[in-house]
């Protein structure tokens, strides 16, 4: 049955019935509504917390794609001490530079790419998308399956006061056929089988109480509360408003729009522009870049100064019209402009490869697109045959409950009055124990 059936079940539920507490009221209970489980579910849910994440990796990939299509800026410096040069050694003291201090910013700018930018940035924010729809597809599937747990112990519940009923009433029968006995009117026979039967509700009650645990265990993990806390759940169930709620779904003829949807075509969209991203390999690239900075070879200490050079006497032997001159260790400007073209030739088919990869993967994407929304057509079209099923369902069993209960009642009072064997009695409670059970279990399910 679809999710959204139970969802319309928990919208129609009813705040603060007395008689709708789950749990052993202590100190320490937690009082816990479907509203509020739900609420819980979705702000501290391990689910949850693991779709807003996915969210956040789509937003980082979002970021890194765009940033290929920006301005680069970047600032380097360095340093560095040379304690014996070769060059210098060789061929002279000119090249005898102990200390290089270098600092330089960098501008670059991609101008063509084939388009595998633009193209990068469109599936990226396509894939964001679809991981928001997804994130938006799992908290519903999380807030319906906090309302399935909660149901469940709500018809744990009400199972084991049937059972407890029944076993009540059993011993109702036992105390009975020991009070016909000792008057005469009942066998020794009677009273064992009496016995008998209220001994065979026993494990059934038990079961029916652990069953109680059992759902609210699962309500605990989906709700992220620790395994030991006590839960008092005061939400129950409005079967009137229910039956109302499904007579109203049954007119609307709206398609459903589920996220999934959405978010299969989405990832359709992303592997499309990713065959874009793949054919920009055979397309020539175009960028240019620009950098400004300065050197400084001091040969000791830090540069501070500017950079230039001073005439210094020459070495004896010189010619008399030689001019000797010597760097005083400041700051040299350097500059630098370059446009860069690539053009690609034969890459072994590397990119042939690549596009036909990327012209697979679309294809399994748009299939996949048909495939979820011809199973969401077919979730939908089965959910309300279900419907239509269930509330059938629900009146029968209603009205075979009703029928139940008072056969019950009759054969009671026939066997009270000597016109009943005890056998006609457990026959009745427990086509009357079956009865009930059935009709709360069909009310869960509608």
Not at 165 to 190: C, I, K, N
Request: net charge positive.
């Amino acid at each position: 049955m679809m999710p959204f059936l139970l969802l319309v079940l928990s919208l129609q539920l009813t705040v603060g019935q007395p008689n709708a507490a789950i749990g052993v009221a202590s100190v320490d209970s937690l009082s816990l509504s479907l509203q509020d489980a739900v609420a819980r579910a979705l702000l501290t849910g391990d689910e949850a917390r693991a779709a807003a994440a996915l969210v956040d990796v789509t937003d980082a990939q979002l970021t890194i794609a765009r940033a290929a299509g920006l301005p680069q800026l970047r600032v380097n410096a360095n340093q560095s001490h040379v304690f014996e040069s070769a060059r210098a050694s060789a061929v002279g003291a000119i090249f005898n530079q102990p200390n290089t201090y270098t600092t330089a910013a960098t501008l670059s700018q991609s101008l063509f790419q084939g388009g595998r930018i633009v193209a990068g940035a469109r599936a990226a924010r396509e894939l964001r998308g679809a991981a928001t729809m997804d994130r938006t597809e799992i908290l519903a599937q999380l807030s319906v399956d906090v309302q399935r747990a909660y149901v469940q112990a709500l018809f744990a519940r009400t199972l084991a006061e049937i059972q407890d009923t029944a076993l009540a009433l059993a011993g109702q029968r036992l105390a009975q056929a020991q009070q016909f006995e000792r008057a005469g009117r009942a066998s020794r026979y009677d009273v064992l089988r009496a016995g008998v039967e209220r001994a065979n509700l026993q494990p059934a009650v038990i079961e029916a109480r652990s069953g109680i645990e059992l759902a609210l265990i699962e309500l605990r993990r989906l709700v992220n509360i620790p395994v030991k806390q006590p839960l008092r759940l005061t939400t129950g169930i409005d079967t009137v408003s229910v039956l109302d709620w499904v007579a109203r779904l049954r007119a609307d003829t709206a398609l459903l729009q589920r996220p999934a949807i959405r978010s299969a075509e989405m990832i359709a969209n992303a592997r499309r522009q990713a065959v874009s991203v793949a054919r920009a390999d055979l397309l020539p690239t175009i960028s240019i870049s620009g950098s400004m900075g300065a050197q400084a070879f001091p040969l000791s200490g830090f540069p501070t100064g500017r950079g230039r050079l001073e005439p210094v006497p020459c070495p004896d032997g010189s010619e008399a019209t030689r001019i000797c001159t010597r760097q005083n260790g400041g700051w040299f400007g350097d500059r630098s402009f370059g446009v860069a073209v690539g053009l690609p030739i034969f890459d072994g088919f590397r990119a042939r490869g690549a596009i036909n990869l990327a012209s697979a993967q679309a294809h399994v994407a748009d299939l996949q697109l048909a495939q979820t929304r011809e199973r969401i057509a077919s979730e939908a079209a089965a959910s309300r045959a279900e419907l239509d099923r269930a509330q059938a369902l629900f009146a029968a069993r209603g009205q075979n409950a009703g029928e139940a209960s008072e056969a019950f009642r009759l054969a009671a009072l026939r066997q009270s009055r000597g016109l009943a064997t005890q056998l006609e009695v457990a026959d009745a409670q427990l086509a009357l124990t079956v009865a009930r059970t059935k009709h709360g279990l069909c009310t869960i399910s509608t």
